[in-house]
């Protein structure tokens, strides 16, 4: 009888723990934050690169007349490279497209890539 009343309340304990701890590991707050957060975070990069894509013409650097400052609004552009874009323009004239300043000495196809809606001929 001993042992019948010992493994009844044992059984009725391990149900009763398992009971108590599956909603509180099901609904783990902090995962569910981080979860929430690494989607918004998503999110807010998605909305950042259609934004830039939508960007109006008004605000496209003509690469053919612009200055080293406005150059320099290019992402992966800085002083020394914008420089170069001018000193290339000197040299031999307009650009005829957008992908011709791949002819640029440190000017890549990714630069290009990265930038090709912010610039106009």
Excluded: C, W
């Excluded at 650097?61 to 323009?89: F, H, P, W």
């Amino acid at each position: 009888m001993k042992t019948t009343r010992n493994i009844t309340a044992i059984v009725s304990a391990i149900a009763l723990t398992a009971l108590v701890a599956i909603p509180a590991i099901a609904a783990d707050p902090v995962k569910e934050a981080t979860k929430v957060q690494t989607q918004a975070n998503m999110d807010v990069k998605d909305a950042a690169s259609e934004a830039k894509k939508a960007v109006p013409d008004t605000t496209q650097v003509n690469i053919n007349t612009a200055s080293s400052e406005q150059l320099q609004m290019l992402k992966g552009i800085g002083a020394a490279k914008a420089q170069a874009i001018i000193d290339y323009r000197a040299q031999n004239g307009k650009f005829k497209a957008v992908d011709d300043l791949a002819n640029v000495s440190g000017i890549g196809a990714k630069l290009i890539e990265q930038n090709r809606h912010l610039m106009k001929i």
